[in-house]
T-cell receptor
Framework: QQPVQSPQAVILREGEDAVINCSSS?????VHWYRQKHGEAPVFLMILLKGGEQKGHEKISASFNEKKQQSSLYLTASQLSYSGTYFCLFGNEKLTFGTGTRLTIIP | GAVVSQHPSWVICKSGTSVKIECRSLDFQATTMFWYRQFPKQSLMLMAT?????????EQGVEKDKFLINHASLTLSTLTVTSAHPEDSSFYIC??????????????FGAGSRLTVL
């Protein structure tokens, strides 16, 4: 079953913050986050391996709650380059992509 | 880092013809390759998993006779869409698992192939 992401789409002004949530109905071993620009392949952002683990890269960070089978991606002080569709991917018995969140950053 | 080369990047074909898409791992060996299909404004849906030296594993609802997958070597996997029809028009992407900096498996994607069937 496909992990569910929320929101489905969000529009931000440059500099604003956003949170993207991802939840699964199955037990999780790891969470990956990817960003896809239109017409391109997804690009790996980060992977979280342990429950409660948080990771970050510049102004993008993520958390992983293994017990709740949820992960959240945090984008702070968003930049125009952050626009794209974000996907979570849960590593369990299959690598299944989430439903996706389309992020649009406007100047 | 790991690179997966996918060709062609786009193809237009007539209904009823077959199209082959290739994915090569350039600087690492990929014993497994995942094939995804993505329709506009939708997520990537896993079609099948190819394994070097054995038969591919197809996801439920994917016709194995229509989408032929061959993993000929440790660096090459191919997807052939046979007797293509307009409803097969989509973005097809391959990916291979590899070791990331953390030591865990991360996916390296090919650039994708956009198929348009007229």
């Amino acid at each position: 079953q496909q992990p569910v992401q929320s929101p489905q789409a969000v529009i931000l002004r440059e500099g604003e913050d956003a949170v993207i949530n991802c939840s699964s109905s199955k037990a999780l071993y790891s969470v990956h986050w990817y960003r896809q620009k239109h017409g391109e392949a997804p690009v790996f952002l980060m992977i979280l391996l342990k429950g409660g683990e948080q990771k970050g890269h510049e102004k993008i960070s993520a958390s992983f709650n293994e017990k709740k089978q949820q992960s959240s991606l945090y984008l702070t002080a968003s930049q125009l380059s952050y626009s794209g569709t974000y996907f979570c991917l849960f590593g369990n018995e299959k690598l299944t992509f989430g439903t996706g969140t389309r992020l649009t950053i406007i100047p | 880092g790991a690179v997966v080369s996918q060709h062609p990047s786009w193809v237009i074909c007539k209904s009823g013809t077959s199209v082959k898409i290739e994915c090569r791992s350039l600087d690492f060996q990929a014993t497994t390759m995942f094939w995804y299909r993505q329709f506009p404004k939708q997520s990537l849906m896993l079609m099948a998993t190819s394994n070097e030296g054995s038969k591919a594993t197809y996801e439920q609802g994917v016709e194995k006779d229509k989408f032929l997958i061959n993993h000929a070597s440790l660096t090459l996997s191919t997807l052939t869409v046979t007797s293509a029809h307009p409803e097969d028009s989509s973005f097809y992407i391959c990916s291979a698992p590899g070791r990331g900096h953390s030591g865990a498996n991360v996916l390296t994607f090919g650039a994708g192939s956009r198929l348009t069937v007229l």
